[in-house]
């Protein structure tokens, strides 16, 4: 199967390319993506089979159905990536937290969030393809806090990859920070800059389209590429878990094959909830996908009002960084589907040129269909918190957005994004505890949960700094390029 642009002109044929070359440059004409045109789809019978199926096999299946142009073998490799989790047969644990309310862990992956679960099969796919058509590439990525961990952890040591990963040196969390300048590699670089994470994003963009750049890379015969979840090899990765989750409700009769389940998903690029999407074009019995955001409600106001609205928005910041997010470049794959690339093309032309748009009555229907929306302001995040800590069960402010949403007459499947320990000062707020620093507040809130601190996060703390370097952002061009030169 191919894929294709998610923009076009009218009458335009819409160009189809295979799944490697989406990978490897991900962005399609006219500044869009790459997207499927159509989802194989899976019988009663087929789910009963793979119900039985571990994950990785679960995984291998799926993928197969797809008829991508990626060797089996390849998978295979990249599927065992699943290995290096908390239980190495199973990546994603779903718990049943009260009656009707499930929670799916994404997060027991290397670096403690949901990022783990895409990146590091893609880590290893990237990787491969590079190396099979003997080029090398340099993966730029800038992180709020959970795609550089994941990022670096996925592509350390890998072959035919360099990575640099930027970051606001005063945004992310200590456990986040500590992710990140302790990682080892050879082919890492790890650069942290003063400013926020807007600066970080802003820094990325001048570089990815800084042609002068580029011909330096192309000198030492680096390829430029971004590992951000635009890129469909990411996406493919996230219809797995949801498809599984559910294949697993239907063996463990939680439900029987006339019943759907509800979906709620913490979003921000809506990488995930695509893939919530997807797995229920493939025939998941999933009723609603249930859309939860923070304060930054862009997505709440558009599935409820088909308004794409930035004008006078400003970016503000929560305890839910990871989802501080005001162009939500998955939602292009959502309009491509639901209204093809003619009507996608001329919808982001809009956004890019008035900062707006707006959807027909009718496709905003359709889009509710499958859709609702809500946020939570950080205070109510630290209710729910409180909330279930009490009752012994953390849930990071990412997670906390989903609990208004729970709806007592469906099975409601919570998504967990992140573990609790890479946000321990906004948990401790949570819960009304102090601490002297971060590392004392994470033994206290392990204490209070009768929890351990995974043995990965609590060696942070005597681990050395491999990356020490914070610059101005105007400097990163030059750190990049010397070490590249090396
Ligand atoms: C990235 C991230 C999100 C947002 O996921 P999207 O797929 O971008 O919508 C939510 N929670 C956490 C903890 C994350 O790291």
């Not at 797809?66 to 190495?88: E, G, N, Q, T, V």
């Not at 970016?315 to 990871?322: C, F, G, Y």
């Not at 609790?420 to 505890?433: G, I, N, Q, R, Y």
Request: with cysteine; charged share 30%; glycine share 4%.
């Amino acid at each position: 199967m191919k894929l294709v642009q998610t923009r076009a002109k009218k009458d335009e044929n819409l160009k189809k390319v295979e799944l490697t070359q989406a990978l490897l440059s991900p962005s399609s004409k006219y500044g869009g993506l790459y997207a499927p045109k159509k989802f194989p789809c899976i019988s009663q019978e087929l789910w009963s089979e793979l119900a039985d199926l571990k994950y990785e096999k679960f995984a291998l299946e799926i993928l197969k159905l797809f008829k991508f142009d990626i060797k089996k073998d390849i998978l295979k490799k990249a599927l065992k990536r699943y290995r290096s989790f908390d239980d190495p047969k199973n990546p994603v644990e779903l718990k049943k937290i009260d009656k009707n309310i499930y929670v799916n862990e994404l997060y027991h992956g290397p670096t403690r969030a949901f990022k783990d679960m895409a990146l590091a099969p893609f880590g290893e796919v990237l990787s491969s393809l590079a190396k099979q058509k003997d080029e090398k590439y340099l993966i730029m990525c800038a992180t709020s806090g959970d795609t550089g961990p994941a990022t670096l952890n996925t592509f350390a040591n890998t072959e035919n990859i360099k990575v640099v990963c930027i970051y606001p040196a005063d945004g992310t969390s200590e456990v986040q920070r500590l992710q990140m300048v302790c990682m080892k590699g050879e082919n890492l670089k790890v650069i942290g800059i003063k400013g926020d994470f807007d600066d970080a994003q802003n820094t990325l963009k001048t570089l990815l389209a800084d042609d002068g750049f580029k011909a330096e890379l192309k000198r030492e015969s680096l390829n430029l590429s971004a590992a951000n979840s635009v890129n469909f090899g990411r996406i493919m990765f996230q219809i797995i878990y949801h498809a599984y989750t559910y294949a697993k409700l239907l063996k463990d009769k939680v439900i029987d094959e006339n019943q759907s389940i509800d979906i709620i998903v913490p979003s921000g690029n809506f990488g995930n909830a695509l893939g919530a999407y997807y797995a229920k074009k493939m025939g998941a019995k999933i009723g609603k996908i249930k859309i939860a955001s923070n304060k930054n409600k862009i997505l709440t106001e558009f599935f409820n009002t088909g308004k794409y609205d930035l004008r006078d928005k400003k970016l503000a910041k929560t305890i839910s960084p990871a989802m501080d997010i005001l162009i939500s470049s998955n939602i292009e794959r959502l309009l491509f589907d639901k209204f093809g690339a003619v009507r996608t093309r001329e919808l982001m032309k809009d956004l890019s040129k008035n900062k707006f748009y707006k959807l027909k009555k009718s496709e905003l229907a359709k889009l509710q269909e499958d859709f609702v929306a809500d946020f939570c302001t950080d205070k109510e995040c630290e209710k729910f918190i409180k909330k279930w800590v009490k009752k012994g069960y953390a849930i990071d402010p990412h997670t906390a957005t989903c609990f208004k949403m729970i709806d007592d007459k469906s099975i409601n499947i919570v998504t967990s994004t992140a573990h609790w320990v890479k946000f321990a000062p906004s948990m401790l707020k949570a819960c009304d505890m102090q601490s002297k620093d971060e590392k004392q507040g994470l033994k206290k809130l392990a204490k209070k949960l009768d929890q351990e601190i995974p043995k990965s996060i609590k060696k942070l703390f005597n681990a050395k700094n491999l990356h020490p370097d914070i610059v101005e952002k105007d400097s990163v061009k030059d750190e990049i390029l010397s070490w590249i030169k090396q």
